[in-house]
């Protein structure tokens, strides 16, 4: 399992899309699951963590404004 924190400094939203494999994504208190197709929104300056919880390798998009 890898694990990264992000604290953003800069006003942009963020949004992570799964594509292969499985993540945990945390924004502030909230833990949620991530499979292939699915999509979470992290508002601008929000704490956020992202952890590979598949036994492979996990693949996902990271797009920002």
């Known amino acids: 399992r890898s694990h ?3 604290s953003s400094d800069v006003c942009s939203s ?3 899309t ?3 494999g499985q993540l945990e994504l ?3 208190n909230e833990k949620i699951e991530l499979d292939p197709g699915n999509e979470v929104f992290i508002p601008a300056k ?3 963590s ?3 919880i598949h036994e492979g390798v996990t693949r996902w998009l ?3 404004n």
Do not use: K
């Open 4 to 6: 990264c924190d992000w």
């Open 14 to 16: 963020d949004l992570v």
């Open 18 to 20: 799964v594509v292969e």
């Open 26 to 28: 945390v924004v502030g």
């Open 46 to 48: 929000a704490l956020h």
């Open 50 to 52: 992202v952890i590979n």
């Open 62 to 64: 990271f797009g920002y």
